[in-house]
C-alpha cells in the first residue's frame, strides 16, 4: 500500500459505469464500461501521457483523480490521499484543465477571470495581485493580449493558455490536464508542450491525456495506452516502441474513397497477417501496416499496385522506424478510425 500513497498519482484498479438512456418514446438504459479496472503510477516529477483513442476513457479518469466523479470501485490517490476519503486534501495540491473552454467567463478578460478564479480558490489579494500577473507573464498571456482581451474573443490558442494559468493559481505540484492541446494550431500547441517541459523541470508533475501519439512521443516520460477502458500498455516511448523493434511500418498516403482504403486495408491485414489501419490527415487518407523488417520493402509494392489496381491514388509511399502510432497499431490490431486519431 505504501507505495501507493508514495507515488504522486496511483490509481489502483478504477472502474466507472454510466448508464446512458437511449431513445426518445421507448428509452432504454444501456449501461457504459468506461473504465475496466485502470492501474498506473506516476511517480514525483515527470510528465505522464494517457494515450488513447476517443472514448477510451481518459476523460473519466482524470475527473476521478480531480475528484470530480467517484469510482464504482477501485481507488486513486494523489500526492498521498485518497480520492475519495480525502478530496480536500487532494483538492489543495492539483492544478486541473478539462477543456479548454470550460469555466470561463466570456464576457470577462484574461486578467480579471484569473482573479475571480485565484479569490475563489482562497488567496489572499496581495499573493493574488502578485500571481496572477507572474502568471500573465509566464503564459505569455501579456504579448499576446490575452491579459486585457475578453474571453469570448480570445484564440484557443489563448483560451488554452489561459486555462493553464487557471491550473497554476494556486501553484499546485500536481497537474492533471485533459487534452490541453486539442484542436490548437501546431505553433500553438507546441508552446503549450515547451511549456509543460518547462514546468516539469521545475519541480511539478503532470499527467496529460491526449489521442495525439507525436504528442506523447515527444512529450511524455512515461506513457500509458488506453483503451476500451483500459491499460493495454506502458513504459517510456522508447520502451514502448521496443516492442515493435522487428518491423518496419509501410506508410502510404492516398488520395480517393476512405471506403475503399478500409477495404484494402481489411484486404492487406488477412492476406499478410499484419496490422493496418486508416486515418484521415491533411486531406489526404493514410494507410499505416506494420510488417516483419524482411517482408516490408517486398509489401510495400504489393500495396502500391493494390492500391492502384482499386482506383485509389497514391501521392507518397514510404517504408520507416516504427513510432509509438505503430506499436498503438501491433496493440490494438489496428482497423480503421476517425479522424479523431489524427495530429492536432
Ligand atoms: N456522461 C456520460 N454518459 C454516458 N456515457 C459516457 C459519459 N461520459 C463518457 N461516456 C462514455 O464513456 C466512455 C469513456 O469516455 P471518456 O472518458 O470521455 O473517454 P475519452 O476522454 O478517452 O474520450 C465512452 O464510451 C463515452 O461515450
Ligand atoms: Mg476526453
Not at 464504482?72 to 478530496?87: K, L, M
Not at 492533471?176 to 508552446?191: F, K, M
Not at 500509458?224 to 515493435?244: D, F, M, N, Q, T
Request: glycine share 8%; hydrophobic share 40%.
Amino acid at each position: 500500500m505504501d507505495s501507493l500513497s508514495s507515488s504522486a498519482i496511483a490509481a489502483n484498479k478504477l472502474v466507472k459505469y454510466y448508464w446512458e438512456k437511449k431513445g426518445f418514446l421507448k428509452p432504454t438504459i444501456k449501461k457504459v464500461e468506461a473504465l475496466r479496472g485502470v492501474s498506473f503510477r506516476v511517480e514525483w516529477g515527470i510528465i505522464y501521457g494517457l494515450l488513447g483513442p476517443n472514448g477510451a476513457g481518459k476523460t473519466t479518469t482524470v475527473k476521478i483523480l480531480a475528484t470530480l466523479l467517484e469510482p464504482d470501485s477501485g481507488e486513486a490517490f494523489v500526492a498521498g490521499y485518497s480520492t475519495t476519503r480525502e478530496p480536500l486534501e487532494v483538492r489543495k495540491r492539483i492544478g486541473v484543465m478539462l477543456s479548454v473552454e470550460r469555466g470561463f467567463f466570456w464576457r470577462l478578460t484574461g486578467r480579471e477571470n484569473l482573479k475571480y478564479f485565484g479569490m475563489l480558490y482562497g488567496l489572499s489579494s496581495r499573493v493574488l495581485e502578485e500571481r496572477v500577473e507572474e502568471l500573465i507573464e509566464l503564459l505569455g498571456l501579456r504579448e499576446l493580449g490575452a491579459d486585457k482581451k475578453k474571453f469570448e474573443d480570445m484564440s484557443l490558442g489563448m483560451k488554452a493558455r489561459l486555462g493553464l494559468a487557471r491550473a497554476l493559481l494556486k501553484d499546485p505540484p500536481v497537474l492533471l490536464l485533459d487534452e490541453p492541446t486539442l484542436g490548437l494550431d501546431p505553433p500553438s500547441a507546441r508552446y503549450i508542450r515547451r511549456l509543460l517541459r518547462e514546468l516539469v523541470s521545475q519541480g511539478k508533475t503532470i499527467l496529460v491525456t491526449t489521442h495525439n501519439m507525436f504528442e506523447a512521443e515527444t512529450l511524455c516520460d512515461r506513457v500509458g495506452i488506453i483503451h476500451r477502458g483500459e491499460i493495454i500498455a506502458e513504459g517510456s516511448p522508447r520502451e514502448l516502441k521496443k516492442r515493435v523493434a522487428k518491423k518496419l511500418s509501410i506508410l502510404l498516403r492516398l488520395v480517393g474513397s476512405y471506403r475503399v482504403t478500409e477495404e484494402l486495408s481489411r484486404w492487406v491485414s488477412s492476406r499478410n497477417s499484419v496490422s493496418s489501419r486508416v486515418v484521415e490527415r491533411d486531406r489526404a487518407i493514410e494507410l499505416r501496416v506494420v510488417a516483419d523488417r524482411a517482408e516490408s520493402e517486398q509489401l510495400l509494392a504489393v500495396l502500391v499496385k493494390a492500391a492502384v489496381d482499386r482506383g485509389l491514388k497514391v501521392i507518397e509511399s514510404r517504408v520507416e522506424e516504427p513510432t509509438l502510432e505503430d506499436v498503438f497499431i501491433e496493440l490494438t490490431g489496428g482497423g480503421s478510425v476517425s479522424k479523431e486519431y489524427s495530429e492536432s
